[in-house]
């Protein structure tokens, strides 16, 4: 009976969301007038890592076969944007373009560092960040989770970081105190990517002499004595919990707080604690997005406890979509996602295409935002928004005018927030996968590649070298110029209105559209921005429409023009 009690709860809830509902503005220091007023609302922003857009139950609907109660309640209490999107397939860059507001590949090259978490910085200190911005503007600015940015780490030899030499007795010369976060508490890359250990204000924590791996990859490296993978998600939701109980007085008075929360789930190592396992009916997967759903309602509850939820803008979503190796098993495996499709669990929602590849699974990700006063609860927005459109967003919000070249790829969603059905702010988007790019322009999407545009190691297809071969086979001929590569058979266009599963390629009944796509991404990457404004210099020079063409495309090795 409880069972069927349930059941039919849900299906009410998401008639509802679907519907949409009456709303009542609620007179709350966080109303639109307030805005407009000068007063300011906390913001926190919540990343998960690798979740998809089908694992979250108010979008996934019948395709999920996971509980995630607390993003539902964000989402019934809010807003669901239903086409928000991550600029990259991965998560380096995904994180560069939110805490700038700027495409990665508009950058220099990174540090040189070591393997994994020993990743040089991305970031030259002192550039335009979500905490320079919101410390600015008066807020106490707080990062809680993964880094994966890149830092300066002293070493005992004065080498570049890596494996055997770095000094973990020395606080680190760059971390998130030199991005404009006065409160950090941060692991240096991914949960399965050493050293295993936590840097808070860049002074590690604990003794770092032990040597540990976890089950995906068995990445074995250096870790601090007691870190535990299980207990990671924990002790995030801790320190998220602790900064807004300290910053609630403040936030109460004049001292607003900005917190960003990147939580490391459910990117392997499938790591749930006890009081997770076995909770979901898929098993590992799910047991681990349950929790890391439970680390979203402690942030929540943190806010209500302290009395502040009602001045809080909330905004919850994932850094691109999920991992095809990632599923019952704790050892990455290929093409793991498929056994729970069986089961009738989606990860990717409807959209075709995981973590890594040019499909809509790989960037097309949950994405919620409660703000009591201002977002109608049980609303819904169908608009184009890129995860990195935060950076212009909390700008208007606080009432900073951005310099001409900061955040140049970012859009305010304001608007939106406020009222859905608004004209859309974003008209295009350029996104990134680990071989290829693609834009995205109204209904329609240009891939330019003709697979996946990845290797498909772990389950992508088509895999990039088999595409690339049936291509060149289709054309009859190898390529001279790089220009012959703009049109079908290189290229695939999808008209998402029609087709959301990218299951019909229309580039060769469409050339105009082609054309005009890959004219409006040339445009953008020489003008330096995709948003109005004076032209900048991109710091990274001859930027490719195609960035991975394999050598056998070209009649002559030496043409690269």
């Given amino acids: 009976m409880i069972a069927q009690n349930r059941r039919i709860a849900r299906r009410t809830f998401l008639k509802a969301l679907g519907a949409g509902a009456l709303w009542t503005a609620l007179?709350?220091?966080g109303s639109a007038e307030s805005v407009s007023s000068g007063f300011k609302p906390n913001v926190v922003f919540i990343l998960a890592d690798d979740m998809g857009y089908g694992d979250v139950e108010s979008f996934g609907r019948d395709r999920c076969q996971i509980a995630t109660p607390h993003l539902d309640r964000l989402a019934s209490e809010g807003m669901r944007f239903t086409d928000a999107h991550a600029n990259a397939s991965v998560c380096v860059p995904t994180r560069v373009a939110v805490m700038t507001g700027r495409y990665p590949w508009r950058f220099g090259p990174p540090v040189r560092g070591g393997p994994w978490g020993f990743l040089g910085t991305r970031l030259k200190p002192g550039c335009f960040t979500l905490g320079s911005m919101m410390r600015q503007a008066g807020y106490r600015t707080g990062y809680v989770g993964k880094w994966h940015l890149g830092t300066l780490m002293q070493t005992k030899d004065g080498k570049t970081q890596?494996?055997?030499n770095v000094d973990y007795e020395k606080p680190l010369k760059i971390g998130p105190p030199q991005y404009g976060f006065d409160d950090s508490f941060i692991l240096p890359g991914s949960l399965d990517m050493y050293p295993y250990a936590f840097v808070r204000n860049n002074r590690w924590v604990g003794r770092v002499t032990a040597k540990k791996g976890w089950s995906a990859f068995n990445r074995v490296g250096p870790a601090a004595e007691d870190f535990e993978d299980t207990k990671v998600l924990d002790t995030f939701?801790?320190?998220a919990e602790k900064f807004i109980r300290t910053n609630a007085p403040a936030a109460k008075a004049?001292?607003?707080?900005?917190?960003?929360?990147a939580l490391t789930a459910p990117h392997t190592p499938l790591s749930p604690?006890?009081?997770?396992?076995?909770?979901?009916?898929?098993?590992l997967y799910g047991d681990f997005v349950m929790e890391t759903d439970h680390c979203v309602g402690r942030v929540t509850a943190a806010l209500k406890s302290a009395g502040l939820d009602k001045n809080t803008l909330v905004i919850a979503t994932s850094d691109h979509g999920p991992a095809s190796y990632a599923g019952r098993k704790r050892q990455a495996t290929f093409n793991q996602l498929k056994e729970l499709e069986k089961d009738g669990h989606y990860s990717s929602g409807i959209y075709r295409g995981y973590k890594f590849s040019i499909y809509e699974g790989a960037f097309r990700v949950p994405y919620v935002a409660r703000w009591p006063g201002v977002v109608k609860p049980e609303s819904q927005c169908d608009r184009l928004v890129a995860l990195h459109d935060l950076a212009a967003t909390l700008a208007d919000i606080v009432?900073?005018?951005?310099?001409?070249?900061?955040a140049p790829d970012s859009i305010s969603l304001l608007g939106l927030l406020r009222d859905p059905q608004s004209k859309p702010p974003r008209n295009s988007m350029i996104l990134q996968a680990t071989r290829a790019m693609a834009i995205r322009a109204g209904r329609w999407k240009l891939a330019l590649c003709p697979g996946s545009g990845c290797p498909g190691g772990w389950g992508n297809s088509p895999k990039t070298l088999d595409a690339w071969k049936k291509a060149i086979a289709d054309y009859g001929r190898k390529v001279a110029k790089r220009e012959e590569l703009i049109q079908a058979p290189f290229v695939q266009l999808f008209d998402l209105s029609d087709d959301p599963g990218e299951t019909k390629n229309l580039a060769s009944k469409h050339p105009e559209k082609v054309a005009e796509l890959a004219s409006l991404m040339k445009k953008q990457i020489a003008d330096g921005r995709s948003t109005p404004g004076p032209r900048l210099k991109n710091e990274r020079n001859n930027i490719k429409l195609f960035p991975a063409v394999p050598p056998f495309v070209w009649a002559k090795p030496t043409i690269r023009k």
């Fill in 399 to 406: 009432g900073t005018k951005l310099k001409p070249d900061q």
């Fill in 273 to 283: 604690s006890k009081t997770f396992e076995n909770k979901s009916k898929i098993g």
């Fill in 237 to 239: 939701a801790k320190q």
């Fill in 162 to 164: 890596g494996l055997g």
């Fill in 254 to 261: 004049s001292k607003p707080f900005f917190l960003y929360v």
């Fill in 27 to 29: 007179p709350t220091c």
